[in-house]
T-cell receptor, first 111, second 114 residues
């Protein structure tokens, strides 16, 4: 039973345009959400997070939106750059602090 | 500051054998978590240790075990290996056992079971 789902295994975007990565969750007890980026042969690196008391968090080109009623979060990258090409994982945690990850979305930013 | 290091980076074992993987966290970090990554499954949580105590455990069989030493280094052991255990095993460290504490991942140990 996947509690965190990333239904798009891949996404291709033109350089300079917006990339939107989506994530859905089923557990209403999740109260903290994160996005990680992973390059080949490296471990995931933290990108941005959001608490359930917020609906938006920005950090430079990256913005995460949280829609609690829809149990949906998204990551917006504007403008997209070729160096953003990587696999993006969303993750969620509840009071146990255990991180539950989605299966990842491979983003390709075309020059 | 040195990042999270994992040894070995690659490992080939046969079914029925056992394996021990090692993780050295970032200096000062006391929480270490382990994850298994397989194609299409994302990262699945194995367990987390904080101050030498297992604080959290995922849904893996008892063949998967771990421990943490007083210097925060951690080891993960898999006994009676199965073909399905072939995966990338990642460890992550953080300052404390809280969701808001950023987890820093190592490069992983890729295990192949033949």
């Amino acid at each position: 039973d996947q509690q965190v789902k990333q239904n798009s295994p891949s996404l291709s975007v033109q350089e300079g345009r917006i990339s939107i990565l989506n994530c859905d969750y089923t557990n209403s007890m999740f109260d903290y959400f994160l996005w990680y980026k992973k390059y080949p042969a490296e471990g995931p690196t933290f990108l941005i997070s959001i608490s359930s008391i917020k609906d938006k968090n920005e950090d430079g080109r990256f913005t995460v939106f949280l829609n609690k009623s829809a149990k949906h979060l998204s990551l917006h990258i504007v403008p997209s750059q070729p160096g953003d090409s990587a696999v993006y994982f969303c993750a969620a945690s509840d009071s146990s602090y255990k991180l539950i990850f989605g299966s990842g979305t491979r983003l390709l930013v075309r020059p | 500051k040195a990042g999270v290091t994992q040894t070995p980076r690659y490992l080939i074992k046969t079914r029925g054998q056992q394996v021990t993987l090692s993780c050295s966290p970032i200096s000062g970090h006391r929480s270490v978590s382990w994850y298994q990554q397989t194609p299409g499954q994302g990262l699945q949580f194995l367990f987390e240790y904080f101050s030498e105590t297992q604080r959290n455990k995922g849904n893996f069989p008892g063949r998967f075990s771990g421990r943490q030493f007083s210097n925060s280094r951690s080891e993960m052991n898999v006994s009676t290996l199965e073909l399905g255990d072939s995966a990338l095993y990642l460890c992550a460290s953080s300052l404390a056992f809280r969701a808001e504490e950023t987890q820093y991942f190592g490069p992983g140990t890729r295990l192949l079971v033949l």
